[in-house]
């Protein structure tokens, strides 16, 4: 019994010396969520959520906006954005309390945040002046606008009048990988936590995501998930089509 508990005792000791290897796969398929609030759907959510030191397991709507130049009367989204985010955790030899689950969050939002980064355009609404008929009240407190530090050409380039335009309010829209899971190996042994986030939207899959998986590899080659010594710099990134 004592030599039982001795090979125990001493696999658990080399499992908390070795350092913990994150890895996120995601798609290639690209799906366009609007100016969806990533972190707040994400990041927040899961923090947010009830029971979140072992599991989380949420299923959201949200209605974004994908249109470059909104007209200001125009108050309904023209996407719906599907995210759901199934992930469990437990302790781990070596690590404190919640240090896995910190890990698997923060390498899902690096990789998310980057993999959307080529993909954003910007989103303008509470737009007037979209016909030369309309009247305006011109501020320089726009977002664009004849009066504001910037127009609206581009981005109301659609439009009947877009040297008129003016638009009040700015976000960015995003292109998201429509699955993404993290997992951590020790010693190369595949751990039992994982994160997974999967997008959905009404709108067509675009796919590219995988030709930027080096890019994103090596603007991660010195992040650590999470402070210490516990953790290895970088992140395994693999994409499938």
């Known amino acids: ?141 726009a977002a664009c606008g004849p009066k504001s530090g910037r127009n609206c050409e581009h981005a109301c380039r659609n439009e009947n009048s877009p040297g008129l335009a003016q638009c009040m309010n700015h976000t960015w829209g995003h292109k998201v990988p429509s699955s993404l899971r993290v997992t951590a190996y020790i010693d190369g042994r595949l751990q039992p936590d994982d994160l997974i986030i999967e997008f959905a939207a009404r709108s067509n899959a675009v796919s590219g995501g995988c030709g930027w998986v080096g890019t994103i590899a090596g603007a991660l080659a010195g992040f650590i998930p999470v402070g210490g010594d516990l953790f290895a710099a970088g992140i395994d990134i693999g994409c499938s089509n």
């Not at 039982?4 to 796969?25: C, F, H, K, Y």
């Not at 599991?55 to 130049?69: H, K, L, P, V, Y």
Request: glycine content about 8%; some cysteine.
């Open 1 to 141: 019994m004592r030599a039982t508990s001795n090979i125990l005792l001493a696999g658990l000791a080399a499992q908390a010396s070795a350092l913990v290897q994150m890895e996120v796969r995601y798609s290639d398929n690209m799906i366009d969520v609007g100016n969806l609030d990533l972190f707040a759907a994400t990041w927040q959510a899961i923090y947010a959520e009830s029971g979140n030191t072992r599991a989380i397991m949420t299923d959201r709507s949200f209605g974004t906006q994908t249109n470059e130049c909104t007209h200001a009367d125009d108050y309904d989204p023209d996407v719906t954005v599907q995210v759901k985010m199934n992930g469990a955790w437990g302790r781990t030899p070596g690590l404190s309390d919640n240090q896995m689950r910190d890990g698997l969050v923060q390498s899902a939002w690096e990789v998310l945040s980057r993999a959307a980064e080529p993909y954003g355009y910007e989103v303008f609404n509470g737009c007037r002046g979209l016909t030369w008929m309309e009247s305006v009240g011109y501020t320089s407190d």
